[in-house]
């Protein structure tokens, strides 16, 4: 009855989404291209230099290959960037073994085209096109499903836009806010890794997709926004707040669903999906399984899993930060502190049995995202 619900909630999160348009556009070109088994689309990250899935037209099934590999490691690929060319290959096999050819061919696929997509003169990542047959492709082809590549460059580019244009106007407001920007860009950087080592580690329990696994990443970065509206002595208080205190405090709430309001209205983009994610990131992070956290008083699977695991992730990196009236744990004895969590059914086991299971990760983002000394002054 769990899997069945979980299947459930992860269908609801992926209706309408990439896959299913890469899937729509996959049956058009089959009728020119019969070979055709599989569309995929690998986002170049500009910051890490990293390939990474996000969209797959086989992913409709709910069954997703989560990979990611830096790009100076494949130089098959490179060649196709600097000549801003398709290439053909015959037979997977031929190229050197990785975790993701190994998975395709597990699955069956022998041949593909690698398509570089660019934005204007900037590189975004690669169409894939496979198939179960050897040598299904070749350079005609390719020529003759043009205008449908076109069409999937138009869809990708589409829904990419939307995220970055929400990225782009959640960060300015944080811009506008001098004093929570600094207060919040190592918190944000570390909790969005906490919650890609969640979300990534639980994809095939929940049917995850690449694309929602993406999204989640970036918008837990924001999961706070409300708080730009918040006073900077509030902000800065240097002791334990007071009951008035902590209640305007969580007024961040509230304010942070009027802004992601305001900014998805804005972009015409209030009922999309990736709205939707970052809603319920900002709504209910501060939400309890037992109906003990705020604002709503959510109950286990009224709270989205969007939100149960960036609230593992916020309250780990809280626990394992100093502030300015505790000292910070230590990654074993944070992660005891969400086990008492968990036995008294506040937080989701999963979550906290991932980060369990990836300390030396955790050490890592702690050390590459260091916490400023908050007795150095005032944020």
């Not at 924001?222 to 509030?234: A, M």
């Not at 399984?289 to 959510?298: F, I, K, T, V």
């Amino acid at each position: 009855m769990e899997t069945t619900s979980r299947k459930a909630e992860a269908l609801g999160m992926c209706q309408h989404d990439l896959n299913h348009q890469l899937a729509e556009i996959q049956q058009r070109i089959k009728v020119q291209l019969p070979s055709l088994d599989k569309i995929s689309f690998a986002l170049y990250d500009t910051r890490e230099h990293l390939l990474r899935s996000y969209a797959d037209s086989s992913s409709t099934s709910l069954s997703t290959t989560h990979y990611e590999a830096p790009l100076c490691a494949l130089p098959y690929l490179k060649q196709c960037i600097e000549s801003r060319s398709p290439a053909c290959l015959s037979e997977i096999s031929s190229l050197r073994p990785s975790p993701h050819i190994t998975a395709l061919l597990a699955k069956g696929y022998h041949s593909s085209v690698a398509i570089p997509t660019f934005n204007g003169q900037v590189f975004r990542g690669f169409i894939f096109l496979n198939s179960h047959q050897a040598n299904a492709f070749n350079p005609a082809d390719i020529e003759q499903v043009k205008p449908y590549l076109q069409m999937l460059e138009s869809r990708i580019f589409f829904e990419y836009q939307i995220v970055q244009s929400i990225i782009e106007k959640a960060n300015t407001l944080v811009a506008r806010s001098p004093v929570y920007q600094r207060e919040s860009v190592s918190h944000k950087q570390r909790v969005s890794s906490y919650t890609n080592i969640i979300a990534l580690a639980l994809a095939d329990r929940y049917d995850f997709d690449d694309e929602f696994v993406e999204h989640l990443t970036l918008f837990s970065q924001f999961h706070d926004l409300g708080k730009v509206k918040i006073s900077p002595e509030l902000l800065c208080k240097q002791r334990s707040l007071t009951a008035d205190e902590t209640y305007a405090l969580r007024k961040h709430i509230s304010y942070g669903e009027e802004l992601v309001d305001d900014i998805t209205k804005e972009l015409n983009a209030a009922d999309h999906p990736s709205a939707q994610l970052l809603r319920e990131v900002v709504s209910c992070h501060y939400e309890f399984l037992d109906g003990s956290g705020y604002p709503r008083h959510l109950t286990r699977g009224a709270i989205p899993i969007s939100a149960r695991i960036v609230c593992v992730a916020n309250i780990f990196d809280a626990l394992t930060t100093h502030k300015p009236y505790k000292q910070a744990c230590s990654v074993p004895y944070a992660l005891l502190e969400l086990e008492k969590m968990v036995s008294d059914g506040k937080l989701d086991s999963d979550c906290v049995n991932v980060l369990r299971e990836h300390q030396h990760q955790l050490k890592a983002i702690i050390h590459r995202y260091p916490e400023r000394d908050p007795m150095d002054g005032c944020y």
